[in-house]
């Protein structure tokens, strides 16, 4: 009796699975270079973006801590000068009147003066007083009869009858003054009251 030999050409089954290609993995865990774009990036780069915006946030700081401390030093120095402003200006009107002192201490002294002697003097003094004042603009107001009323510069004491126009100055009682413009003091006047009916 022969024996018969199995020639089947039907691949065993381990050998199907060897013959067949692996199925392509649909669940992402293989990469792709679309992915591997949209990578964030390495923590070195974000690292280096850090220090770069610390740093930038100091220079800041240092900036406006110089500038505070700049516009400090700056008003500081301001009050300084105005405060040396000041008392240089009341020195500077102190000894221009200095001298008015001296006529006035001066003209006391004498003795025998004639009533002339005593008006020069006055005169005199009454000059330099005036000298004085001008030095540092202070400037008299004295409006003359028939100017118009100005109540910036002027205050009325009282309206009388006059022949001429109504609130025009009729007469000034006493002079008013002027600082660099700026009244100090109005002068006292008189006013033109309006015709009656």
Known sequence: MTEHTHSDSTPAPEQAEQACPPAPQ???ATPTAAAQAETPPPAEAAHAELAAL????AELNDQLLRALADADNTRRRA????AKARKFAVEQLAESLLPVV???EAGL???EATLEQLREGMQATLRQLVSALQR???TPIAP???ERFDPHQHQAISMVPAEQPANTVVATLQKGYLIHERVLRPALVTVAAPASA
């Open 109 to 111: 002294n004498v003795q």
């Open 144 to 146: 003359a009869a028939g």
């Open 79 to 82: 009050e300084e000068e105005m």
């Open 136 to 138: 540092h603009k202070i």
């Open 102 to 104: 001296d006529s006035l």
């Open 26 to 28: 649909t669940d992402g």
């Open 54 to 57: 610390r740093q930038r946030v």
